[in-house]
């Protein structure tokens, strides 16, 4: 629904289409117009991105989530999960104009919400990995989460 200033490293070279409302995260993440070609481990991240959300069409399926599965597992080659990772979750490795960042995926849920809506909210994090990432995030700031023609940016899923 939302993006902090360090969004728009992450979407450096996006198409403007991809992270346009209504979004999500992936679109942008796993298309070839999209962050794609700056990934660095992308067949290995890709592939751990589309078993969690083929897990979680499994656990609640949803015409939609099976939609986006489908149309994701077009934008990957051959998706690969190696053993260089730490088992619960595969760093992103992204290339960015200040060098390479290493970000770690999570997703927060409101299981015990008592709002439909709220309990439908899924919110998606990119945290830095490591100490230079986070440096290079923090000082950040000349995008603010705007796209290419200055608008700001919504990301929902």
Not at 14 to 20: D, F, G, I
Not at 38 to 59: D, K, P, T
Not at 108 to 118: E, H, K, N, P
Not at 122 to 138: E, I, N, R, V, Y
Request: hydrophobic fraction near 45%; proline fraction near 8%.
């Amino acid at each position: 629904m939302a993006t902090n200033a360090a969004f728009g490293v992450l979407v450096e070279g996006v198409a403007p289409e991809l992270p346009a409302p209504p979004a999500n995260a992936y679109r942008p993440a796993l298309h070839p117009e999209g962050m794609a070609p700056r990934i660095v481990n992308f067949s290995e991240w890709a592939g751990h991105i589309l078993e969690r959300l083929h897990q979680e069409n499994l656990r609640n399926p949803d015409e939609r989530l099976a939609g986006l599965h489908a149309e994701l597992v077009r934008y990957v080659p051959r998706p690969l999960v190696t053993a260089d990772h730490l088992g619960f979750a595969v760093p992103l490795r992204l290339r960015s104009e200040r060098g390479e960042m290493r970000l770690m995926t999570t997703i927060t849920t409101f299981a015990t919400a008592v709002d439909v809506t709220i309990a439908e909210l899924k919110l998606d994090a990119f945290l830095p990995a490591d100490q230079a990432t986070a440096s290079l995030l923090t000082g950040r700031d000349d995008h603010e989460g705007r796209d290419q023609r200055g608008k700001r940016m919504v990301i929902e899923r």
